[in-house]
Structures are given as C-alpha cells and as structure tokens.
C-alpha cells in the first residue's frame, strides 16, 4: 500500500470516487435564496446557448449527418474504391471532387446557420440590466446575474432570468407581462408584487431586510409555483402570481425581482429541446429515388456480367459496371438543391409582402410550400385579432354599414362636446 495512502484515512475511497463525481450530473434541489446576497450553492451561468455544434464537434457531427443519407454514403463508397487498383477506371478527382463539392457546400451551410445562433445568444447575453447593490445600482450584462441578485426590468423589456418580483413602480403593487415566448399568447397577464416588500419606501431597503425566498426545485411547469419569504417577523406564502419567468416582457411600470433561476435551470430553457439536424420531405424523397436508382444499376451491372459470362473475376467486373453506371445517380442534384435552399431563405428574409419575416433555418425552407392543413386552437391567432364591424343589435333595433349614420346622428344628439345634454322633462 501506498505509504501517502497508509496515513490518510480514506484517501484512496476518495481517490477512486472524484471522476464519477466530476462526471455526474448535478442534480437540481429546491433553494433559500438570500435577498440581494451572493449564495454560496453553485447554480448554472445565465446564459442563453441555442447552438447546435461546437468547435470539437461541427466536422464529426456534420460529417455523420450527411453520410447517413443513401446518396452521399453510395458515392463515399464508390469513391473510395478508386483506391483499389483492380477497381479504378478513371482519375481519383472525377469521384472525390462532385462528393467533396457536395459535402463542402453543406458544411458552409450548417456553419453560417450556427453563427448566426451564436450571434444571437451573444446579443440576448449581452443585454443590460441595472442591478441592485451595496453601492448603488450598476449596470450588468444578462450573463452575469447570479441567483440572488436583485434586478431591475424596465417596461417592455424582457426578464433576464427567473425572477420573484418583490416591487413595482405601481402604487397597487400590480405588474402585467407578456408571455408569448413562454406559451404562445400575446394577451397580458397579472402579476403582484410581494406585499411587504412593496410597502417599503426605496428599493435601497430591499438589502436591509434580512429576508430570504425559498424556492422549489426547477420544474418545466410554468404555471405553478411554490415559495415563501421568509421575514424577521414572520413570513409570506408566494405563488405564480409572485413570479416572473425568463422572457416575459414587462408591459406595464417597472419591476424589481429577485434572480431564483438562471441559465439552464429557468422554466423556459427547461421547456426547450437541444437542437438536432432537420430532415425534410424533399431530402427524404431524393434518398428513397436514390435507392431505387441505385438497384437500377445493381440490375443493369448483373446483365452485363451475365451477356459477358462467368469466366474469370466477373465480381470485379460487376463492380465496375457498377461503378460505370453510377453516373446515372445525379449527385448535382442535391448541390442544386442545397443552393436553392439557400436562395430561398435568403429571399424570405428580404420579401417584402412578409415584413420581418425571418428563416433561422436553411435547411428546410422549403416545407413552407408543401403545407396542406393549418391547425389553430383560436381565431385569433389567423385574424391578429382585427375585427370588423358588421351589424349592431340595440334591443329590436338593428343597424348595420348602410344605417350607421343614424347611430351617429343618435349618439351626436345625446352628447355635445363630450358631454351629456341634459334634457328637460315635459
């Protein structure tokens, strides 16, 4: 036995256990925050990460994803047996230069769509907020708050993180936000400030409070919430109605919160699936013709064997049938698909009929064009909520576009000057 691992008790448990700890997943739990105090738990940056590959990971996993389609695979193969003596039949660039052509474009494509990720979570990263501390209010980028931290979120703005909202600008301790990032709807919902931190006079005061929030462990539910703030001289039961999630837009006033959730652990990157590669009908489509062409070849390779006779190596002679009929697969097809995919993205983002339309996409813009049935759960979301007017009922009375004069000439007789005219009573 080691004689460093004779005199300390345990060291060699230790030793063997710190890679499955470095290796294990930190599991969330619920938390006491403290209000405006650093916390000593390690809790996930806040940091927003949408990008599909890494600088290790882009060649394999581009690679890998475009060799399991049947077209790129068949041509990897018939190119790499130009290798082999017996099989070659022409110059190694008239196979490897259409595969490579092809693998290249498509690699441009996937990386200019991840760039175009990465530089939008760094402008949501890079957003400013004010935040609340000993000296003052200082300004800090989004990737810098921390669980704990107190934050300012102005009218129209969207919530850096989780955040318990403690104090209003509003006199009511009333809040409305936005959640159309969160489930789709674009009508405001209420929230309310804690009741007795709202009473103080200045936000200032928030820091000399002594209090604490406790929270529950991070959850995708986004309709539910289960906390408590705990006070000096007792303590306050929150809800949903106590909160306000990543990507919610204060409409209304301004909100002071309290950071309970950041980075990974927030409802709405809980509620987010990574981002895989997209597959669309068209490729799918040209993979299936390309197997068929593809045993369309394997057949005519078997007649000219069998017109030319068994007598010698016929299986290398199949292969090389079978690498001379291997024009008849058209592997420009897909360069021009992959080109036009780009065009076309390219041409939504600048139609002007759809104004601030935008593909985050190039990899299947084409989709678009081969919907057939659109589900929606309301009319509002087909008629952006613009109605109308078609007819007026008032008791038995009904008036529509051609009898509204009347309603006017009625309503102008009743008021005069925005006010009401009194009449006398005969």
């Known amino acids: 036995m080691d004689e460093r691992t004779r005199l300390v008790p345990g060291a060699r448990s230790r030793c063997c256990a710190w890679p499955a700890w ?23 940056p806040n940091v927003i990460r949408n990008q599909k590959y890494s600088m290790f990971t882009f060649l394999p996993l581009v690679l890998f994803n475009q060799f399991k389609f049947f077209l790129n695979l068949y041509f990897l193969v018939m190119a790499c047996s130009q290798f082999i003596p017996q099989l070659r039949i022409g110059y190694l660039y008239t196979y490897w230069g259409p595969l490579g052509f ?6 441009i494509r996937e990386a200019i769509d991840d760039i175009r990720r990465w530089q939008r979570d760094r402008e949501v ?14 300004s800090v980028t989004s990737s810098q708050l921390k669980v704990g931290d107190i934050v300012e979120v102005g009218k129209g703005v969207r919530a850096p993180a989780d955040l318990v909202l ?13 959640t159309d990032q969160l489930d789709g ?25 002594q209090s604490s929030v406790y929270a529950e462990k991070p959850q995708k539910d986004i309709h539910s919430f289960i906390g408590k703030l705990s006070l000096e001289d007792g303590e306050e039961s929150l809800g949903i109605e106590n909160t306000i999630w990543c990507g919610a837009v204060v409409a209304s006033g301004t909100a002071t919160g309290l950071v309970i959730y950041t980075g990974m652990e927030c409802r709405a990157a809980m509620n987010n699936s990574q981002p895989r590669s997209k597959v669309g009908l068209i490729d799918e489509e040209l993979n299936s ?11 005519l390779s078997v007649i000219m064997v069998v017109l030319k006779g068994f007598d010698g190596p016929w299986y290398i002679y199949m292969f090389r049938f079978l690498l001379l009929f291997s024009y008849l697969i058209p592997i420009s097809l897909r360069v021009n698909l992959d080109m036009g995919k780009i065009f076309y993205s390219w041409a939504i983002g600048r139609d002007k009929d759809i104004p601030g339309c935008q593909a985050r996409s190039t990899t299947i813009p084409e989709e678009l064009g081969r919907i057939s049935y659109l589900l929606s759960d309301k009319t509002g979301t087909l008629t952006m909520n613009v109605m109308v007017f078609k007819k007026l009922h008032l008791g038995a009375a009904a008036y529509s576009d051609d009898t509204f004069d009347e309603i006017h000439s009625l309503v102008s007789g009743e008021y005069q000057e925005g006010r009401r005219v009194a009449k006398e009573k005969g």
């Open 22 to 44: 470095c290796c294990k997943k930190r599991e969330a739990s619920s938390r006491t925050v403290w209000v405006g105090r650093p916390t000593l738990q390690p809790f996930p």
């Open 102 to 107: 092809v693998i290249s474009v498509t690699m």
């Open 125 to 138: 990263n890079s957003t400013r907020y004010s935040k609340l501390t000993e000296r003052g209010w200082v």
């Open 166 to 178: 403690l104090r209003t600008t509003e006199t009511t301790g009333a809040c409305f936000i936005r």
């Open 185 to 209: 709807e674009t009508d405001w919902k209420m929230r309310l400030a804690v009741t007795t931190m709202q009473r103080l006079g200045r936000e200032e005061e928030l820091l000399e409070t």
């Open 289 to 299: 013709i390309t197997k068929v062409l593809f045993l369309a070849t394997v057949a």
